[in-house]
Nanobody, 115 residues
Framework: QVQLVESGGGLVQAGGSLRLSCAASGITERDNTMGWYRQAPGKQREWIAVIGSGGRAQHADSVKGRFTISRDNVKNTVNLQMNNLKPEDTGVYYC?????????WGQGTQVTVSS
């Protein structure tokens, strides 16, 4: 059974930093994509960053230059370093793992950026 557990969310002032972590267990397919998505109040879930098993990463334009995704294939973890946070970054952040079988989601962690 696949389980994703996020941690690291919280309340931070604009311009501050947070680091989100996601521990994945039960992942049997090594060829997968890990990523982070967020859902702001009243808005649809949007992708923030994804990284393949080979380490190739992509970031949404809204976070490029401020957020960095990374992964550890041995520990099956994916992290999101968030710098220079803005109030519009506020939302619930979800960890995602995708392989040829399915999409797996964590329960989400709240990030609130105050102005």
């Amino acid at each position: 059974q696949v389980q994703l557990v996020e941690s690291g969310g919280g309340l931070v002032q604009a311009g501050g930093s947070l680091r989100l972590s996601c521990a994945a267990s039960g992942i049997t397919e090594r060829d997968n994509t890990m990523g982070w998505y967020r859902q702001a109040p009243g808005k649809q879930r949007e992708w923030i960053a994804v990284i393949g098993s080979g380490g190739r990463a992509q970031h949404a334009d809204s976070v490029k230059g401020r957020f960095t995704i990374s992964r550890d294939n041995v520990k099956n973890t994916v992290n999101l370093q968030m710098n220079n946070l803005k109030p519009e970054d506020t939302g619930v952040y979800y960890c995602n793992v995708r392989d040829f079988r399915a999409d797996y989601w964590g329960q989400g962690t709240q990030v609130t950026v105050s102005s």
